[in-house]
């Protein structure tokens, strides 16, 4: 049966399964590689099949090395490698970012990078965007094709958007179990031509005939993959035991009704979701596959009655908190194992401080600071004064002319300026917030919201005209540390 296919920034053309090499990882946990050249041969099948696009990341143990090695023993054969860089907190300058896309092009055995994804451990840190100024600039040198995020929340994605960073694609956890990316994911993605590539549609095979009607496991951390680890908590969090085998009941069922498998159903479900680009399902190369199972993912399509069942079950989940991404900055850190600092050797100050007797202040480098003498923060005690604060990140101004994307980068910079003398935004009491347009007040009230809405400090917004006709919007705040 044909394989259905998709296009991601006008010319890159990819299949709506994904092939996810992520299992590589786990596959080589135990300190063993892969050997290259017959994991590149169980590559084949799926090629063979037409599921020619597969997607890696530099830290998905030897996959990019497995796939460079399957391009150079078929020349002939397309494929599109999708890959991800994921650099340490901190890391932004420019050679580093052109170090980590060499590396790629290398490992990968490729002239240029297909889609490169990129990840950001936290948004306070604007580090992050210069990897994404600089990834764009090797982007127009011709070392990648397109720019893609992975994990990025909304109102993140929103700001490279508006900032002008060409963003084709965001991968995130998108499931039955996880609906987040439903909603105001989905909106601006269409509003922006960036479609989304779900993993996790299977749920690291808990929706599948497998976990059907079986028993609870009594330890987590003792199941047989990484994967499973990861969503048995996403099932927890979703209300436990009871309501998941309920859905996985109803996915049965729809499934003989169709006939065809759990795993086509849970993951059609999603890809049917205006906006979904394609669903990325794991394979263990030379270990298993299911390749002719995928392909019946195009045999058939969910009707009203499908839905209804589905959505009946569903009304007895809980919904997974916070947006796309979350789970890997907040708690609860829906991981396999924990808040994944551990990945990276440290995590540096966002912003530099500058010890003196009068107390602590924060830098963050704008041009405005040499010049007019002030800091970012001032920390003396327990208190930390943050400036007035705009979307200025060195000599750029984040998120164009949209108000609501200025006021997150502004909350970003200020969470960064607590962080660097110890605080958070949940240390804040006051804010106060300057509009050059009142029209405005919506936007950035519903930002300022999103963000402090659990804290409620004080705050204080009015209209007044901030200098500098870029800005938008200005805004201070005052701390107490516990």
């Known amino acids: 049966m044909p394989v259905e296919r998709t296009t991601l920034g006008g010319d890159l053309e990819i299949s709506r399964i994904l092939t996810g090499l992520w299992q590589i990882a786990d ?26 696009t597969f997607d890696m990341a530099d830290h998905y143990g030897s996959s990019e090395v497995i796939a460079g090695r399957f391009r150079t023993d078929h020349p002939g054969r397309p494929v599109e490698l999708l890959t991800k860089w994921v650099p340490d907190p901190g890391v932004g300058s420019r050679d580093e970012v052109r170090t980590a896309v060499e590396r790629a092009l290398e490992r990968t055995a490729s002239e240029v990078i297909d889609l490169l994804q990129f ?33 990025f929340d909304t109102a993140h994605l929103a700001m490279l958007l508006h900032t002008g960073i060409p963003v084709v694609s965001n991968q995130v956890c998108f499931s039955l179990l996880d609906g987040r990316a439903r909603g105001s994911m989905l ?27 079986a028993d609870e496991p009594g330890d987590i951390d003792g199941l047989e993959t990484w994967s499973q680890m990861k969503y048995a908590r996403f099932v927890d969090t979703a209300g436990g035991w009871a309501p998941y085998q309920r859905l996985l009941r109803a996915v049965k069922s729809v499934a003989d009704r169709h006939g065809v498998s759990m795993a086509n159903v849970a993951s059609r479900a999603v890809l049917e979701e205006p906006g979904v680009g394609g669903v990325i399902i794991g394979a263990r190369l030379g270990a298993s596959q299911h390749v002719q199972d995928n392909l019946r993912l195009f045999s058939f399509e969910l009707d009203e009655a499908d839905h209804g069942e589905l959505d009946e079950a569903l009304s007895g989940l809980e919904a997974i908190p916070g947006d796309c991404g979350d789970e890997y900055r907040t708690p609860p ?150």
């Open 333 to 482: 850190f829906l991981t396999a194992s924990g808040d994944l600092t551990h990945h990276f050797e440290s995590a540096p100050p966002p912003y530099p401080v500058r010890p003196d007797d009068r107390g602590d202040r924060v830098v963050s480098g704008t041009i405005w600071e040499e010049l007019a003498g002030f800091s970012r923060a001032v920390r003396r005690g327990d208190r930390v004064l943050v400036s007035g604060t705009t979307a200025t990140h060195r000599d750029r101004v984040i998120g164009g002319t949209d108000p609501a994307s200025q006021t997150h980068f502004i909350i970003d910079k200020i969470e960064g300026a607590l962080q660097a003398v110890g605080g958070s935004l949940d240390d804040v009491v006051r804010t106060r917030i300057y509009l050059r347009h009142e029209s405005d007040w919506e936007a950035v009230s519903r930002a300022h919201g999103a963000r402090f809405g659990r804290v409620a400090p004080a705050n204080t917004l009015v209209r007044a005209e901030p200098i500098g006709d870029e800005y938008r919007v200005e805004m201070e705040a005052e701390a107490m540390l516990p």
């Open 27 to 52: 596959m080589e946990r135990d300190g063993r590689t892969l050997d290259p050249a017959a994991a590149a041969r169980a590559m084949e099948p799926y090629v063979d099949a037409g599921l020619t």
């Open 187 to 213: 909106e601006l993605c269409a509003a922006h031509d960036v479609k989304v590539l779900a993993f996790g549609t299977l749920a690291g095979g808990l929706l599948t005939e497998r976990w059907l009607g």
């Open 119 to 151: 990840h950001a451990w936290r948004y306070s840190d604007p580090a992050w965007l210069d990897c994404m100024f600089e990834l764009d600039s090797l982007r127009r040198e011709g070392l990648i094709r397109h720019l893609g995020v992975t994990n």
